[in-house]
């Protein structure tokens, strides 16, 4: 049995679809931090199946869109004092920017480095996003491709 101990004041990403759990961890920089964390991978679920935490001993700022339009299933759970005070769901953004990249090789988001990669919302339950600039769809959250997620 695997143990990992109670966070006194932090964060837990929960509800993280199986896999995707070391691409956020990378994503928020993690690796590189003075605190405690962990990455606990296919944890059994009575809804998923299987799904992967993240356990952050302190309270960090993460943009919650982002999480939202990886996984619009995610919970985030703020610890004080050991204790869950807050529960934060995601749900998908009405627009993420820099994100995605568009695939569309004659978008001016690719040629032109300055234009934000920005994307709206346009079918919620298909979870799919249109470039602002050229109308190219791109799909949010699990059911994705993964290289759509985390390019950037």
């Avoid at 799904?51 to 985030?76: A, E, M, Q, Y």
Wanted: proline residues 5%.
């Amino acid at each position: 049995m695997l143990n990992v101990d109670t966070i006194k004041n932090g964060l837990v990403i929960d509800h993280i679809c199986a896999g995707y759990g070391p691409r956020i961890f990378d994503w928020l920089g993690l690796a590189k931090t003075h605190f405690t964390t962990a990455l606990v991978m296919n944890v059994p679920s009575h809804t998923m199946g299987k799904k992967d935490i993240i356990k952050i001993d302190n309270i960090i700022n993460i943009d919650f869109s982002v999480l939202g339009f990886i996984d619009p299933n995610i919970t985030v759970n703020v610890i004080k004092d050991e204790q869950i005070v807050k529960k934060i769901k995601m749900e998908l953004p009405a627009r993420v920017e820099n994100v995605v990249k568009c695939k569309n090789p004659r978008c001016i988001t690719i040629t032109e480095h300055y234009v934000p990669q920005a994307f709206r919302l346009v079918d919620k339950d298909k979870a799919l996003y249109c470039c602002e600039f050229c109308d190219a769809m791109v799909k949010a959250g699990p059911q994705a491709e993964t290289q759509d997620v985390f390019e950037n």
